[in-house]
């Protein structure tokens, strides 16, 4: 597990806004929408005028701030692929300056998977099968993590793509997991009700 994937996105979400706010753009200047301006065709085969190609300098109006956005985008993608990326580095031009180190040496990832991560997955899908009666992941998978042992060489953080197994958001939400021990003595439903105040 390494950063390429996060390169990837950052890659491809850097010309996102090339596509939507031209759209965007062009959505909010329709002149027959907004201004109730039309024209009359000869043949059906005619397509109506729209009445909305960008003009230099650009009229003014509801579709003005993203025109505005669009150029700036366009000229910051321009100028961050022109300038090399030791003086975008200088500059403060990027997402870190610090260089991702990953340790490549881990053995596979059931083998260095901490005993802790394993439960969680394996007691919400314990609960799942209990109270609404599916599963929550693959049975090989919770097999496997049952037959887990303890890691020589573990992974470090979470190695789930939840947001729920982030210790910051779970701090935030006040979630409590299925792995907690005596979590009902914690949960109150509104309703006072002790049938539904452990789900």
Excluded at 12 to 32: E, R, T, V
Aim: proline share 6%.
């Amino acid at each position: 597990m390494d950063d390429s994937l996060s390169n990837s996105v950052l890659l491809i979400m850097k010309y996102a806004p090339i596509m939507l706010l031209p759209n965007a753009y062009w959505l909010m200047d329709n002149q027959q929408m907004f201004e109730n301006k039309w024209h009359y065709k000869d043949k059906v085969t005619e397509n109506m005028l729209a009445d909305h190609p960008v003009f230099f300098p650009p009229k003014i109006n509801q579709a003005s701030p993203l025109f505005i956005m669009c150029v700036t985008c366009v000229v910051i993608i321009i100028f961050t692929s022109i300038v090399p990326t030791e003086l975008l580095l200088k500059w403060g031009f990027t997402m870190s300056v610090d260089e991702l180190e990953v340790d490549e040496d881990l053995p596979n990832f059931f083998e260095a998977l901490m005993l802790s991560e394993a439960e969680k997955i394996i007691a919400e899908n314990r609960q799942m099968m209990t109270d609404f009666g599916f599963e929550l992941a693959e049975s090989w998978l919770i097999e496997k993590l049952e037959n887990a042992q303890w890691p020589e060489k573990a992974i470090s953080g979470t190695p789930w793509y939840q947001i729920l197994c982030n210790s910051s958001y779970v701090e935030d939400f006040a979630w409590l997991g299925p792995h907690v021990k005596d979590r009902n003595l914690f949960i109150k439903d509104v309703d006072n009700d002790p049938e539904t105040s452990h789900l």
